[in-house]
């Protein structure tokens, strides 16, 4: 295919995959942006800041290291992290607006969705602590 590396190995494609999805996080935060100024509605601000702190800003980041040190992107913490941030992030955006919308029975769902978010956190922190540079 025209403009990839065949010299690429499968393993930086976990980087990629991680770019790919910030770019999604990037176009929902955009066009929350969009319909709040829009709507001049900006009780979701804080829902906006999370998909694009934590999706889109995080997200690439995290897909650029996993890029620069493809083996750290395939490690057990490597997995772990994938999984925890993608799982949390929706959930706790969801909640979140639905929280802010006024669903107060849904803060529970919040918390859950806010601690699996900072358990990805801490894997990828203990990931790039243990395996970093280990390419």
Request: aromatic share 6%.
């Given at each position: 295919?025209?403009?990839?590396?065949?010299?690429?190995?499968?393993?930086?494609?976990?980087?990629?995959?991680?770019?790919?999805?910030?770019?999604?996080?990037?176009?929902?935060?955009?066009?929350?942006?969009i319909m709040m100024g829009a709507s001049e509605n900006f009780?979701?601000?804080?829902?906006h800041a999370h998909v694009n702190l934590l999706g889109w800003?995080?997200?690439?980041?995290?897909?650029?290291?996993?890029?620069?040190?493809?083996?750290?992107?395939?490690?057990?913490?490597?997995?772990?992290?994938?999984?925890?941030?993608?799982?949390?992030?929706?959930?706790?955006?969801?909640?979140?607006?639905?929280?802010?919308?006024?669903?107060?029975?849904?803060?529970?769902?919040?918390?859950?969705?806010?601690?699996?978010?900072?358990?990805?956190?801490?894997?990828?922190?203990?990931?790039?602590?243990?395996?970093?540079?280990?390419?």
């Open positions: 295919m025209p403009g990839l590396n065949p010299a690429r190995t499968v393993l930086a494609d976990t980087g990629i995959l991680w770019l790919r999805l910030a770019v999604l996080y990037l176009i929902v935060g955009v066009g929350m942006g009780t979701l601000r804080p829902v800003a995080t997200m690439a980041l995290a897909g650029l290291i996993y890029c620069v040190f493809p083996a750290a992107g395939n490690t057990r913490l490597g997995r772990l992290h994938f999984w925890l941030a993608n799982l949390s992030l929706p959930v706790m955006s969801v909640a979140l607006a639905l929280v802010l919308h006024g669903q107060r029975q849904l803060i529970p769902v919040l918390a859950i969705g806010e601690i699996v978010a900072a358990l990805s956190i801490l894997a990828f922190a203990a990931n790039i602590f243990l395996n970093l540079g280990k390419d």
